[in-house]
């Protein structure tokens, strides 16, 4: 399989999971606090890896820690909680939209302090991405006024996050595999979460209650698959393409979103913002487009 359908695979299946797992957030809130959601995901996350990957922090060297710890602060500790909140406090489906704002906001740090640069097709296609996404968003916001908005914030801080978590880990650790980046990522954050959960008194919960158990199943899913496994995919995805397509993955993420509302909460889909997720194909091409 060449690398060009390689990465086009992965990025699909990606967004995918990703585009699932808002749902899987909101299914957990029923049981837990959004802190719990997500300090419970990365403990698990974290434990998932070390169980299966451990013996590749050695390939770890010295050098490498300062920027894992970057990345896993930036990428993987502050988001989960900024997405639990805002979860919480509005439609997945909005939050998933507003997540596709990473790849512009990669684009822009990528280039203002990573040196990273970016053709004119490029920025027309991140630009486009954004204008389709705000439309989502104003539709979305439109046929939901009494949602709190003031939480869409909390997205927008973690798609910083994220674009950060990108451009480190091409510029600074693409000399270390996969596997290795993603245990050493998550081996940063697993003392801190245990921290965090043991404060909420997630510990003393009687598991066997309902909503309680159904919610921890649900964050396992989402932790294993939607977490641990797909950041090693992620990682592989920003090896083999450039930051600005690895990031591009959260503009299909709100389709698949707006695909699992329509399946399991019966929300309505409009032509509209069917036409906005054309756009929103098409601009993917275009950041990809002439790049490797």
């Given at each position: 399989m060449s690398e060009k359908?390689?990465?086009w695979i992965i990025l699909i299946g990606l967004s995918l999971v990703w585009g699932s797992s808002f749902i899987l957030m909101k299914l957990a809130l029923i049981g837990l606090t959004p802190i719990q959601v997500g300090a419970l995901r990365m403990l698990i996350s974290s434990l998932f890896l070390l169980v299966i990957a451990g013996h590749k922090i050695k390939h770890i060297e010295r050098r490498h820690w300062k920027y894992l710890f970057y990345n896993a602060m930036s990428g993987t500790f502050f988001p989960?909680?900024?997405?639990?909140?805002?979860?919480?406090?509005?439609d997945s489906g909005?939050?998933?939209?507003?997540?596709?704002?990473?790849?512009?906001?990669?684009?822009?740090?990528?280039?203002?302090?990573?040196?990273?640069?970016?053709?004119?097709?490029q920025l027309l296609g991140i630009f486009l991405g954004f204008l389709a996404t705000a439309y989502l968003i104003s539709k979305s916001a439109d046929l939901n006024p009494s949602q709190n908005y003031e939480f869409a914030l909390l997205v927008v801080i973690a798609t910083i996050g994220y674009a950060l978590n990108v451009n480190i880990l091409k510029k600074y650790l693409s000399d270390l595999d996969v596997m290795s980046i993603a245990v050493g990522n998550f081996l940063v954050v697993l003392i801190p979460s245990f921290i965090v959960l043991f404060a909420t008194g997630f510990f003393s919960l009687n598991y066997l209650e309902t909503p309680i158990l159904p919610s921890v199943g649900y964050v396992s899913i989402l932790a294993i698959v939607g977490t641990a496994i797909s950041t090693i995919f992620f990682n592989k995805l920003v090896k083999v393409s450039s930051p600005i397509f690895a990031s591009s993955v959260?503009?299909?993420?709100?389709?698949?979103?707006?695909?699992?509302?329509?399946?399991?909460?019966?929300?309505?889909?409009?032509?509209s913002q069917i036409i906005a997720g054309i756009i929103i194909l098409l601009a993917v091409y275009m950041v990809n487009r002439n790049k490797k």
């Open positions: 359908h390689y990465k989960v909680f900024l997405f639990s909140y805002a979860v919480l406090h509005i909005i939050v998933a939209i507003l997540n596709s704002l990473t790849p512009l906001s990669t684009l822009i740090l990528g280039f203002l302090f990573f040196g990273f640069l970016f053709s004119k097709k959260t503009y299909l993420i709100p389709i698949v979103a707006l695909l699992w509302g329509i399946i399991l909460l019966k929300e309505k889909i409009y032509f």
